[in-house]
């Protein structure tokens, strides 16, 4: 059988998965594959630390043994970050190496640039792994999908949020308990904040978006929420009206451009990302000849992500044993600009937090039509007349910069509390809807 060799950069939770998996099912992945897989040497920060790792392994502290190696033709990065990671991917492009990476973020960073390298050295960068962890979503825009246009995706991709309001609407937990379990399980970034403000979500996405439509998305440009302004009281009240909240990215094309977002969404209960729950991720694609299709499970942690890791490798060790076939390369994107998120389209619910007196109504429901915006219902429900009250207004779809608009206008007036706020509202069904 062929041998295919290849150098791991990290052995953390992501690359001591894909150890493990690259051992457990050597026979599996061989019968299947038709090559054998090996890793001569995995490279670690701190090398005297005892590691788990066969006979046939050997473990050194930095990456320079691989990068100088001329027998292993991949190098696999989980480094994570985009320091040491950037250098060593940079590198080993550069020395015409075939890079495997589970790193989103160093390809929101240097994608563009690293993505030319790989082209100009005549050479692969597969990423796989970077979006969505088990789930071969890459796969399925770059190859399955290759015959469509596609029209739209709309995803759960960020399993930390998930998993957090999913906590909070099914056992009622707050948000802070919820989170302390996401980190516990290994779900959250090393900084959950780039979990709960959303930027994992818009890196991925971003990502995505680029694959789809073939124009660089910078993930800095996208409309970004994170789901921290979602409270029990919003859980209590959608669910009341029939929807549930989910960590929703999304990007379609808008005359001709690219409108990619990140919020929290209020989904109808019977949309088919609503039942994706916990740390799980979904991701819904309308194309134009296969219609909408779903994907789903576990996006986030090691054996998941070692999973999308072992599809790139085999890839590349088709590649590798066959001579250079004729595999997808990313191809260079083109730059356009984006469409202008203020113009997003969508039906929303606005929360105002409110003092309880006479007027109020009359003054939120005034400056909405002032804006143009029509309301669909109002709801209201207070026990306790000292306290500020909850008024839920749900409106008819309206463009962000109103609803941006209308909010402030309420906001600076007497009796409003800043804490309110409007949520996008997915439409019910599948390709319809805009972003929302
Ligand atoms: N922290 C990410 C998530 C997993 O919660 O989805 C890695 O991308």
Redesign the pocket.
Known sequence: MERVRIGLVGLGTVGASFYELLTANADEIGRRLGVAIEVPVVAVRDPSRPRRVGPGTRVVGGPREILDDPTLPVVVELVGGTGVAYEVVREALGRGKHVIT?N?ALLAAHGEELFALARSKGVELLFEA????GIPIVKVLRESLLGNRIDRILGI???????ILTRMSEEGLGYAEALAE?QAKG???AD?A??VSGA??AQ?ISLLASLAFGTWVDWRAVLCEGITAVTPRDIAFARSAGYVFKPVAAASRVEGRPLVTVYPAMVPVGHPLATVRG?F?GVMVDSDFLGSSVYQGR???GRP?ASSLASDLGDLARILAAGPAAYPRVPAFERRELFPAERLRCRCCFHFVTANRPGIWALVTGTLADNGINIESVHQKWEDRTLPSDLFVLVDEAEEGQLRRALSQVIASPGISAESRYFRILDGEAGTGGNG
Do not use: L
């Open positions: 589970a989103k970077s979006v969505c962890g991709v960020n399993g930390t949020s998930n998993f996401a779900f959250a970034e959950p780039m979990d994992d979500a991925k740390e991720n996006g986030a942690g992500t």
